[in-house]
Structure formats: C-alpha cells, structure tokens
C-alpha cells in the first residue's frame, strides 16, 4: 500500500507561484509513475502533469510552459512548481501514483494505483 500526502497549497494572486509536494511512503518509489490531477468546483477533474519513472514529463495543453513537474527519488517526492498562475487555475490538486508495470496512459486516472487527499490551490484575480 502506498500512502501519498500532498502540501503546498494556498492562497495567491493571479501571476504568482506556488510549489505543491507530494511526499509518498514505500521503498520502491523510484519506480512510481507519478501524476497531479485537479477538480476545480463543478467541474471534472482534468489531467495536469506526470512524470515517469525516467522522468519523461507530460502536460496539459492549459498548463504546458507554466508549470514543471519534477521528481526527488532521494526524498520520495513529487513536485509541481505553478508559475504565472491564473484565476482558472483554482482547484484541489490530487497526486497520483502507479506502482505496476504495463501500458501507461498517463492522462487517465483510471491508470493510477493510489491517490492523495488533494491540497486546494486559489488564485484571486
């Protein structure tokens, strides 16, 4: 069982930053696949970033040049930096985790193991 928590989230204003981390418990997570996905409200939650376990990145359209995802093996972490943040950017932020090997389709939650309780991120206008 792999346990994810999430921190990071907050308060900003419209072209600020913020920094979420993904802290994951196990031995073994240099190879998790690694994703953050968000529920803004009244909407369904979207796909916003992954990484593999040899760090290839993958981005929504809505977030590719603002935001970098990135990987700490040393740390167990999982880091989302949010760069020129924007009003439609508020949402819970979720980190996901996959732990079995196969096809990996990294913008489908259906494609992930284990999920955080989300950390929620609001940027005021």
């Known amino acids: 069982q792999v346990q994810l928590a999430e921190s990071g989230g907050g308060l900003v204003q419209a072209g600020g930053s913020l920094r979420l981390s993904c802290s994951a418990s196990?031995?073994?997570?240099?190879?998790?696949?690694m994703g953050w996905f968000r529920q803004a409200p009244g909407k369904e939650r979207e796909f916003v970033a992954s990484i593999s376990r040899t760090e290839l990145t993958y981005y929504s359209d809505s977030v590719n040049g603002r935001f970098t995802i990135s990987r700490d093996n040393a740390k167990n972490t999982v880091y989302l930096q949010m760069n020129s943040l924007k009003a439609e950017d508020t949402a819970v932020y979720f980190c996901?985790?996959?732990?079995?090997?196969?096809?990996?389709?990294?913008?489908?939650?259906?494609?992930?193991?284990?999920w955080g309780q989300g950390t929620q991120v609001t940027v005021s206008s």
């Open positions: 196990g031995r073994t997570f240099s190879n998790y696949y």
């Open positions: 996901l985790a996959r732990s079995r090997v196969g096809n990996w389709k990294y913008g489908s939650e259906d494609n992930y193991d284990y």
